[in-house]
């Protein structure tokens, strides 16, 4: 049974019930219409991609009806059946938007061959119109999450001019750390720090309902380069290592943790730029400390 119902217009009611019939035999779904008007009134509740209509008829004649469905549903295939037909109505039939012209008498096969036509044609329209409205929301959707990515550049990139004149670590990190939990989430997080001349780390900050293990538990965190999941139980159902590290110079491991399954990938390009960052922002510090030492070993040898 072909799905897509047609509408049958025709004043004269044995001519519907003639066609109704041939047509259902040939299993396509028919509504009719006594009228113009009342042809009107159904297409404005339901969509018809195929539409037969009688061209003289009392009131709004087949003419009159294509321009008005036109208005109303332009995907609707209108076929003009007529006893009258001549080349000058053809061609006013066409102008007026009809995808095709029938003249009477005619064979069931020939209807049927024109209506199927006009079924492929209308579906294919569909498709080009599903296709342009899925065409549309990606662009919509692909602009928007370009304007959202640029609005989060900027406020990183005023995260780490600020952090610029920043010499706590504590306080540098934290309008890192609240960022990140507006962002993705996380139930609990953890950031370790290397212990200066040795290798062992220290919790800079810890964050969430779970008791986080002893830090010697960690090992020596500065041989992780990449971020990974947990190796370490922390009573989350979803954790990651994530390193902050300058080449081969650690500066920090960030510890997340999630109850339950997240959409979280350490992949994820707005959770790398925060990476990258919050890596540069403790660089900086990292730097300055450095320079700090040596002068102060200098004044010292002085």
Known sequence: MIPEPILLVDDEGTVRSTLREALAKNGYVVDEADSGETALTMVAKKH????????KMPGISGLELIGSIRDKDPSSLCVIITGYATME????????????????????????????????????????????????????????????????????NALLLAAQNEI????????????????????????????????TWSYLVKTG??????????????????????????????????????GDTPLAMLILGFDGRSSFYPSDR???????????????????????????GSAGQG
């Open 209 to 246: 309902e779970k008791a986080w293990p002893e830090s010697a538990v960690w090992g020596d965190l500065g041989t992780v380069h990449e971020a990974q999941e947990c190796r370490v139980d922390t009573g989350y159902s979803e954790g990651f290592m994530v390193p902050l590290r300058h």
């Open 270 to 296: 707005s959770f790398l730029l925060w990476k990258r960052q919050m890596e540069s922002a403790l660089l900086g510090l990292h730097r300055a400390h450095m320079l700090a030492r040596r002068l102060v």
């Open 89 to 156: 109505s053809a061609i006013d039939a066409l102008k007026k938007g009809a995808y095709d012209f029938i003249k009477k008498p005619f064979q069931t096969v020939e209807l049927q061959v024109v209506i199927d036509r006009a079924l492929d044609h209308a579906r294919l329209m569909k498709k080009v119109e599903n296709y342009q409205a899925d065409l549309e929301s990606r662009v919509m959707t692909r602009t928007w999450e370009l304007h959202a990515f640029h609005e989060e550049v900027l406020r990183l």
């Open 168 to 199: 706590d670590l504590e306080q540098l990190v934290k309008p890192f750390l609240d960022h990140l939990r507006t962002r993705f989430n996380p139930d609990g997080w953890a950031l370790l720090v290397p212990d200066a001349g040795a290798d």
């Open 48 to 55: 018809y991609p195929v539409i037969l209509t009688d061209l």
